[in-house]
Structures are given as structure tokens and as C-alpha cells.
């Protein structure tokens, strides 16, 4: 594969494995929380057109039972969709994990049909569309379940989103959002840290400072190899654009980045009107060693779970309507009042 931006990509097995673990995760949550995927309406908010696996967490809620998909993003789906790379990954990932894509053999991505009404064997179940998850298209109530992966930390207007994820899904339908919040330790909001070589470094230097370490770390081959998490180290061939250019680097990376701590994020959440059923920072254990004495007083205004999650992973819930609302729309405000009465 060409153009990877990480060392694992290259690696067709290890980048199908890498790119499986979202949707493990979402099943997961979908399964402990939502009733699982068997049967329902499923929508990928920022499913990553741009990205060689994008749509796969859909192709992968389809094996597991999913009636319909769609998956949304800001960049047009067919945009990608002839690239080398994605087309040498997508065949990989049909030979080993069997999921449903056509025009492989044309040198492209497809996953729904271009002539349903003459070829009803061609039809996928999954429709990608480009769209702005602030202003959707689809009407109230579309959704039984909303998944998303690394795509709130980039909201410009989170509670925004929010608020129209709350308006697609259905009464006892929900979401399981995993995001990266900016101030994580190995992620770093995203990508952007160098945690194995200066913890928290996106936090404790200024923009300049951070460029200067960058370079360091992209100048020297033994800091290069050690410095960024094993599945987030940029190839060799990006590290030797990287090492002229570091200032070019930190700005691909966290040019977006809306900066969004989780108490925010719960707090729109709940605003708009879903039930956070489950909040939990993904910690490991070997992490703690690099939050000492010294940066732990350093970054003091954040806790120790917002400074060494790796992600955090929601499911929030929208209520079920009760009868006496549904009641109401029934039932005109003279007889409402006269039956308060």
C-alpha cells in the first residue's frame, strides 16, 4: 500500500485488524445497552470517506444483523472511493472478513447501487452520504442506534450535533460515541502528542516548543521508532516529510481539534435530552507511570482520568415516550385542561 500515514497500514492484515477494533468496541456497547444490531437502523456519524477503511464498521454491523445502513461525512463518498489503497484494502477485507462491497474488479469502492431498478442483485444495504451532522437530512426518528468513532473531538458545534442526533433517533434507540478528548495522553486529542518521549507535551508546550520537539523526535531515527504509541507511528516515508517540516505535522493533526472536555460533552448530552447510560475513560494501566508528581501538578486542571485515557466511550440513551405524552397530542388544550382539572 502506498501513502499510509502509519506503520501499521502498510500492513494490509494488521491495518484490517487495526480498523476492526472500533467497531468491537461499538458492538459492544450496541449489545450491553442497545439490544445489539440484529434488525435495526444503523447511522455512522463521520464514517470517513477519506479514509481507506471507511465504512467498514457498517459493512461489519450488516454481518451482524443490522436491516439498514447509512453513514454520513463531510466529504463526498465517491471522492475516494478509486484509490489504490482503498481498493486493495476493501479486497483484502472481503477475503478475510467477508463483508459485502462491489466494483472491486473496476478498480473502485461501491457500496450501494448506481441502477437499482435493472440490477436488484447489485443493492447494498448500506447508503453513504455527504452531509453535515449539524443539519441533517433524514426525518425524526430514522435511527435505532447511531454509532461514531473519533469524530466529536473535530465538531465545531458539539452540542449542535448533539441536538440533531437526539432529533434522528428513535424513543429507546441510542448512540455509542468513542472520541478522543485533547486532553488524553496517548492520543493527545489527536495524534498530535509524543507521550513515550514528552508526556502530555500538546498540553505543557507552546505551539512553538511543541514544533521544536517534534523535529527532535523526527530527526532522530531511535526517538522516531519510540516516541509515538506502536499503532500510531508515522511511516518512514511521512517521518522524512515531517523532519523538514514539523510545524506541518502538529497542523494536519490538530488543525480542528474543538478542544472538548467530557464533563462538556455529557453536560450537552443531557441538555438536548438523551440519558448518559454510560460514561467510561479507556485507561491502561502502564500509562500511569508517566503522569509524575511534577506534570500531575503541572496540569493540575485536569483530572487524572481526562489525562490518561486513551478515549472516552459514551451510550446515551434517548427516553421512550410515555403514554400520557403521547396522549397529549391527541387530545386538544381545552381537554387537557379541563382533565388537570
Known amino acids: ?8 497500514q502498510a500492513d494490509l492484515s494488521k491495518y ?18 442497545l439490544g445489539g444490531f440484529k434488525g435495526k437502523t444503523v447511522l455512522d456519524l463521520g464514517v470517513g470517506f477519506q479514509l481507506t477503511h471507511g465504512g467498514l464498521t457498517l459493512a461489519l454491523a450488516l454481518q451482524d444483523g443490522a436491516k439498514r445502513c447509512f453513514g454520513i461525512d463531510i466529504a463526498h463518498p465517491e471522492l475516494h472511493s478509486a484509490e489504490p489503497a482503498k481498493v486493495a484494502f476493501w479486497k483484502q477485507a472481503k477475503d ?30 448500506i447508503t453513504l452520504l455527504q452531509m453535515s451532522a449539524s443539519n441533517m437530512w433524514f426525518k425524526d426518528d430514522m435511527f435505532d442506534i447511531v454509532i461514531s468513532n473519533a469524530v466529536f473531538e473535530h465538531v465545531q458545534k458539539p452540542r449542535e450535533v448533539l441536538a440533531e442526533l437526539f432529533r434522528v433517533v428513535k424513543p429507546g434507540g441510542g448512540a455509542v460515541i468513542n472520541w478522543n478528548p485533547f486532553a488524553g495522553f496517548k492520543m ?13 507535551a500538546h498540553l505543557r508546550l507552546s505551539e512553538a516548543d511543541h514544533v521544536r520537539k ?15 504509541p506502536p499503532e500510531h507511528t508515522p511511516t518512514a516515508e511521512r517521518a522524512a516529510v515531517y523532519a523538514t517540516d514539523p510545524a506541518l ?17 455529557l453536560d ?13 475513560p479507556h485507561i491502561f494501566d502502564e500509562d500511569r507511570k508517566y503522569l509524575t ?15 490518561l485515557q486513551t478515549f472516552h466511550a459514551a451510550v446515551l440513551c434517548k427516553p421512550r415516550r410515555t403514554w400520557r405524552k403521547t396522549l397529549s397530542t391527541f387530545v386538544t388544550p381545552r381537554a387537557r385542561i379541563s382533565r388537570s382539572d
Not at 1 to 8: C, I, N, S, V
Not at 16 to 33: E, M, S, T, W
Not at 191 to 197: K, L, R
Not at 295 to 306: F, G, K, P, T, V
Open 1 to 8: 500500500m502506498t501513502d499510509a500515514l502509519f506503520t501499521y
Open 188 to 200: 493527545g486529542g489527536h495524534d498530535i502528542g509524543i507521550p513515550f518521549y514528552y508526556p502530555w
Open 96 to 125: 478475510t472478513l467477508g463483508v459485502d462491497v462491489q466494483c472491486l474488479e473496476d478498480g473502485r469502492v461501491v457500496f450501494a447501487s448506481t441502477d437499482i431498478l435493472h440490477f436488484d442483485d447489485f443493492f447494498s444495504k
Open 293 to 307: 508528581p511534577e506534570i500531575r501538578a503541572e496540569l493540575h486542571q485536569y483530572s487524572d482520568e481526562e489525562l
Open 268 to 280: 450537552y448530552a443531557q441538555s438536548v435530552g438523551f440519558k448518559v447510560v454510560s460514561s467510561m
Open 249 to 265: 505535522f502538529r497542523k494536519q493533526i490538530s488543525y480542528d481539534l474543538n478542544r472538548m472536555r467530557i464533563p462538556e460533552f
Open 214 to 228: 517534534l523535529s527532535e523526535v523526527f530527526s532522530d531515527p531511535k526517538l522516531y521508532a519510540t516516541a509515538f
Open 16 to 33: 484490517i485488524a487495526q480498523a476492526r477494533i472500533p467497531y468491537n468496541l461499538f458492538a459492544k456497547g450496541v449489545k450491553d445497552h
